[in-house]
């Protein structure tokens, strides 16, 4: 069974602070991938990398930086987070040829 | 930029009931589409995916794409009270790895 973990799995910041969400992925995928969730919009992609080293930007990356570090780890951080990125966010990865995606069960942040 | 818009926004049914959830997308290239499941408090799940023109069962599930007309549907016979969750549409792009999501259909069993 394909393995995403995220950590921490709840976060609450202030505005204006800095913020990075974990994710880990043990299924040899090549792909990983950044979603915010919110009511209303439905699921939203914000980075995603193909490997280490690489970074694609997604659909809605402004307030959003992402490193990929290893194949199994991919990093969010939020430099100056705002109220507007209060959200549910979602690891996943993904390999090439099946293009099942996987997902973690979230991190949830709240920036006051 | 795919498009993927579900319909209804929410379905309630009585147990046992066959439902059917839609979806339509903007590029009929697109590689293949796959539904979702999400239970509160949880990630999505994949279900079922299909890529060619026709329908797809799997248990009591059945998917039907029609390219030309930009849409899919999910057919959930005999619902469950297990099935109660909310269902995603999303399209695989051309040449792309990434999946574009619908806001999805938020699936109630009467109580």
């Known amino acids: 069974e394909a393995a995403v973990t995220q950590s921490p799995r709840n976060k609450v910041t202030v505005t204006g602070g800095n913020v990075t969400l974990s994710c880990r992925q043990t299924n040899s995928h090549n792909y990983m991938y950044w979603y915010r969730q919110d009511t209303g919009h439905g699921l939203r992609l914000i980075h995603y990398s193909y490997g280490a080293g690489n970074l694609q930007i997604g659909d809605v990356p402004d307030g959003y930086k992402a490193t990929r570090t290893t194949q199994e780890d991919f990093f969010l951080l939020l430099e100056l987070a705002s109220p507007s990125q209060t959200s549910l966010y979602f690891c996943?990865?993904?390999?090439?040829?099946?293009?099942?995606?996987?997902f973690g069960k979230g991190t949830r942040l709240t920036v006051v | 930029q795919e498009k993927v818009q579900q319909s209804p926004e929410s379905l309630i049914v009585p147990e046992g009931a066959m439902s059917s959830l839609n979806c339509t997308f903007s590029n009929s290239a697109s590689q293949s589409i796959w539904w979702y499941q999400q239970h509160p408090g949880k990630g999505p799940e994949a279900l079922i995916s299909i890529f060619s023109n026709g329908n797809k069962k799997e248990g009591r599930l059945t998917v039907y794409l029609n390219r030309a007309s930009l849409h899919v549907s999910l057919h959930i016979r005999d619902s469950q009270p297990s099935d109660s969750a909310v269902y995603l549409c999303a399209v695989r792009g051309t040449g792309s790895n990434r999946l574009t999501f619908g806001k999805g259909t938020k699936f109630s069993l009467i109580p």
């Open positions: 996943a990865s993904s390999d090439a040829r099946r293009g099942q995606v996987f």
